[in-house]
Nanobody, 125 residues
Framework: QVQLVESGGGLVQAGGSLRLSCVAS????????MGWFRQAPGKERDFVAA????????YYADSLKGRFTISRDNAKNTVYLQMNNLKPEDTAVYYC??????????????????WGQGTQVTVSS
C-alpha cells in the first residue's frame, strides 16, 4: 500500500520560513519523480514544484521561483519543500504527489499517480 505522509505545516508570520517533508512508503521512491501542489480555500489545486527521480532536475511555478526550493533524499524516501519569505497568499493545504515516470516535469494533477493527505500552511500578516 502506497502512503505519502506530509508534515511540517503550521502557522507562521509573513516573512517567515517553513520546511515541509513528505515521507513515502510502499513504492520504489528513488524511481519516482515527486511534486508539491497546494490548494487555497475556494480555489483549485495548483502546481508548486517538482523534482526528478535523481534530484538533478527541478521545476517550479513561475510565481514561486526564488522563494521555494524542492529537494529529496532517496535514502530517507523523503521529499522536502523549503519555503522562505512566506506571504499570506501562500496560505493553503500543501500536498505531495508521486509520478511514476520519474521525469518530474509534470505540472498537472493527472500526471501524478499517488497523493498525500496534505498539510496546512497558514501565513499571518
Amino acid at each position: 500500500q502506497v502512503q505519502l505522509v506530509e508534515s511540517g505545516g503550521g502557522l507562521v508570520q509573513a516573512g517567515g520560513s517553513l520546511r515541509l517533508s513528505c515521507v513515502a512508503s510502499g513504492l520504489p521512491f528513488s524511481n519516482y519523480a515527486m511534486g508539491w501542489f497546494r490548494q487555497a480555500p475556494g480555489k483549485e489545486r495548483d502546481f508548486v514544484a517538482a523534482i526528478s527521480w535523481t534530484g538533478l532536475s527541478t521545476y517550479y511555478a513561475d510565481s514561486l521561483k526564488g522563494r521555494f526550493t524542492i529537494s529529496r533524499d532517496n535514502a530517507k524516501n523523503t521529499v522536502y519543500l523549503q519555503m522562505n519569505n512566506l506571504k499570506p497568499e501562500d496560505t493553503a493545504v500543501y500536498y505531495c504527489a508521486a509520478d511514476k515516470t520519474g521525469y518530474g516535469s509534470g505540472r498537472a494533477e493527472w500526471q501524478y499517480d499517488y497523493w498525500g493527505q496534505g498539510t496546512q500552511v497558514t501565513v499571518s500578516s
